[in-house]
């Protein structure tokens, strides 16, 4: 179990992690800025970035409350483009942990770890 820990916190620490931990930090200020830009004007439930950033992780979560929804063509796109960058960065994380478990059970120095002789 240590080695599936350790692992697990080199992985969550190395390069790949900060990566995917800065591109989801930019993509969701991108798309909450992008989305207030839009909707501002058309739409009365976003009044300030903060509302817009709301939707925003909402959307990427998949969570999507309801109460805040677009309603231009271009808030529409940004929701979707959301959407999609949601979903690639949770399969991102997902495969970062998964390379951890899998790195792990090749590695031949934990081969014996854990089996009582």
């Given at each position: 179990?240590?080695?599936?820990?350790?692992?697990?916190?080199?992985?969550l620490t190395?390069?790949?992690a900060v990566f995917?931990?800065?591109?989801?930090i930019s993509m969701t200020c991108?798309?909450?800025?992008?989305?207030?830009?839009?909707?501002?004007?058309a739409n009365p439930n976003v009044t300030d970035w903060f509302d817009s950033l709301y939707f925003?992780?909402?959307?990427?979560?998949?969570?999507?409350?309801?109460?805040?929804?677009?309603?231009?063509h271009g808030g529409r796109v940004v929701s979707m483009l959301a959407m999609l960058a949601g979903t690639a960065i949770f399969a991102?994380?997902?495969?970062?942990?998964a390379s951890a478990i899998f790195e792990t059970d090749?590695?031949?120095?934990?081969?014996?770890?854990?089996?009582?002789?």
């Open positions: 179990m240590k080695a599936y820990a350790r692992a697990l916190i080199d992985k190395g390069p790949g995917l931990v800065s591109c989801s991108a798309i909450a800025t992008l989305f207030r830009w839009i909707e501002h004007d925003t992780v909402t959307t990427m979560t998949g969570v999507g409350f309801g109460d805040i929804v677009p309603v231009t991102g994380f997902t495969a970062l942990i090749r590695d031949p120095r934990w081969e014996d770890r854990g089996r009582q002789s």
